[in-house]
């Protein structure tokens, strides 16, 4: 396991982002450290290449088997500037001692600019030779495959993100629901269709590996950003345990700026977990007046948009996740 965190990624196009959209995506951006290396899982850890649809061949999986031979699993989705070596899950926490505790923790790798969804055809910026088809591969190809190789669960399983991933989660687990008994979303957000969401959608993932968002979802009027937005589709999670966090943006205790580049990345990181907070707030509201309350939600008086806050929400929800998935 990698001792140290990726390198900071944001840019000044981040800043442009924040400015310009004044509601943007999240980046997935480190600014803390993972956790210290040990054997602990990873004598556990399988590395698969996975057949996935969509013309891409194969998309890999790394998996960490539950120390306790348990069949239940967590998918856990990265953000927006997902890397194709592994997760940031991997990269950045400790996500893979989750193991130790009753859960086969599984991590997709890649899916930059995804939102884990089905596009409507290859991303006409880069001349992408494949179409997205994460969706079908999340639901379809890749529990097959857990339940072939290793007897995991096709169904009863959690599925938790942050950023973009949040997003991702709880689509997913809105959809399918025979699949997910357990969503968690982190630092997402969770209304797309408030103003200015969409704009910012397209900047950001133009800013995210030059991504074309008519390609995913088509023009902003378009019903494929309705079905995936989480405001407008929460009926499907009514009865559905979840975990919905976001931070205050204020800096808390795993802010330590030391240079000129930490307080700018600091200073970033709390302008997106803001903004995720009061999407975030608004999508609790949402829930509220539809009677829909199997969410816990979690609001941090500190917290930015970076790695260490998801990893202490990961270990806070574990006990409702386990609850979930083991009934």
Avoid at 103 to 113: H, K, Q
Avoid at 135 to 158: D, M, Q, V
Avoid at 288 to 308: K, Y
């Amino acid at each position: 396991m990698r001792e140290t965190p990726r390198p900071p990624r944001r840019s000044l196009r981040s800043l442009v982002l924040l400015v310009v959209a004044a509601v943007v995506l999240p980046l997935g951006i480190a600014l803390g450290s993972g956790a210290a290396a040990s054997a602990g899982p990873y004598a556990r850890l399988q590395e698969d290449w996975v057949s996935a649809p969509g013309g891409v061949g194969r998309i890999k999986v790394r998996i960490w088997l539950a120390r306790n031979g348990s069949n239940r699993a967590v998918y856990l989705l990265d953000g927006l500037r997902a890397t194709d070596d592994v997760s940031g899950w991997e990269h950045e926490t400790n996500a893979a001692w989750l193991s130790d505790h009753g859960v086969n923790v599984i991590e997709p790798v890649g899916g930059e600019s995804s939102f884990y969804s089905d596009w409507y055809g290859p991303n006409n910026f880069t001349n992408q030779s494949y179409t997205y088809m994460w969706e079908k591969f999340l639901t379809e190809n890749l529990p097959n495959h857990l339940a072939w190789n290793y007897g995991i669960s096709r169904s009863r399983n959690a599925v938790v993100g942050l950023s973009m991933g949040g997003n991702a989660a709880l689509i997913l687990a809105s959809r399918h629901r025979d699949q997910f008994v357990f969503a968690g979303a982190l630092s997402g957000y969770l209304n797309l269709s408030a103003p200015g969401m969409r704009e910012a959608i397209r900047v950001a993932m133009l800013d995210a590996g030059q991504y074309n968002a008519d390609s995913m979802w088509g023009p902003p009027w378009d019903p494929a950003w309705l079905l995936h937005d989480p405001f407008v589709q929460a009926e499907g999670l009514r009865g559905l345990p979840m975990w919905i966090s976001a931070g205050s943006g204020l800096p808390g205790d795993h802010d330590r700026p030391a240079n000129p580049v930490d307080y700018f990345n600091t200073s970033t990181a709390m302008g997106l977990e803001a903004l995720s907070l009061v999407q975030t707030r608004a999508f609790e509201v949402r829930l509220m007046t539809m009677g829909i309350d199997s969410a816990h939600f979690e609001f941090p008086s500190f917290g930015t948009h970076s790695w260490p806050y998801w990893q202490d929400q990961l270990w806070a929800m574990l006990p409702a996740m386990r609850d979930a998935i083991s009934r």
